[in-house]
């Protein structure tokens, strides 16, 4: 895959977008699938790789802080352990343009949520 300025500054915003906690993984995988030639199974290893660097640093902030809890973590990490397992073998075992379909429904249906939680939020709110 050619290098562009488009390819650097895609991983750029979507790592400043995550760091915010906008989704940057999102857009960085709708930018490869859409942009690039990038099946979906290379595209979904190049963002989970680009996102440990910044698991690894959230874990140690918020260890030093103090927001990790230990019973929860050890309730979910199994869980997180098994889903992330059977991921992996489907998106192996799904063509990539049945996983493609699936994900940009999983997208549209998480985006929906959001609006309508932001909406209700918004809605529930006191006016200053």
Not at 25 to 30: A, K, R, V
Not at 112 to 117: D, I, N, P, Y
């Amino acid at each position: 895959m050619e290098l562009h300025f488009f390819s650097i500054l895609a991983v750029y915003a979507a790592s400043v977008l995550g760091a915010m906690g906008l989704g940057g993984g999102s857009l960085l995988m709708l930018y490869l699938l859409f942009f690039t030639d990038l099946p979906q199974q290379e595209a979904q290893a190049l963002n989970l790789f680009l996102f440990l660097p910044t698991a690894a640093l959230s874990a140690v902030l918020h260890r030093k802080n103090g927001l990790l809890q230990g019973k929860t973590l050890k309730q979910m990490l199994p869980a997180g352990i098994i889903g992330s397992l059977i991921g992996a073998a489907l998106s192996v075992w799904l063509p990539s343009h049945l996983l493609k379909k699936t994900f940009g429904l999983f997208l549209l249906l998480m985006g929906s949520k959001e609006a309508l939680t932001l909406y209700r939020e918004q809605k529930l709110s006191p006016k200053a």
